[in-house]
């Protein structure tokens, strides 16, 4: 198994930033397995969307709204994904939730609520 600590949320003006960690635990068999990790957010009334991943070997992939104000970062030794979001708007208020893929399996941190006031 592997567990998925999400820190970092919180409330936050538009423009503003905020830097969401997700850190890794479990097997070390599982952790080594672990491919591609990401984050996604579920916003009210909404299904769970994509907002960015990375593989293990340094590939990045984004949804489109978020293109050129989030980045995806990854420290395999540590085993810690971050999200690094700039220019916040309203429309990324959402509870952001940690992913890893790790030997055939999916994993879910938590969640981690943000909040964007206009």
């Known amino acids: 198994q592997v567990q998925l600590v999400e820190s970092g949320g919180g409330l936050v003006q538009a423009g503003g930033s905020l830097r969401l960690s997700c850190a890794a635990s479990g097997s070390i068999f599982r952790l080594i397995g672990i491919k591609d990790m990401g984050w996604y957010r579920q916003a009210p009334g909404k299904q769970r969307e994509l907002v960015a991943t990375q593989s293990r070997g340094g590939s990045t992939n984004y949804t489109d709204s978020v293109k050129g104000r989030f980045t995806i970062s990854r420290d395999n030794a540590k085993n810690t994904v971050y999200l690094q979001m700039n220019s916040l708007k309203p429309e990324d208020t959402a509870v952001y939730y940690c992913?890893?893929?790790?030997?055939?399996?999916?994993?879910w941190g938590q969640g981690t609520q943000v909040a964007v006031s206009s």
């Open positions: 992913n890893a893929f790790s030997l055939g399996s999916n994993y």
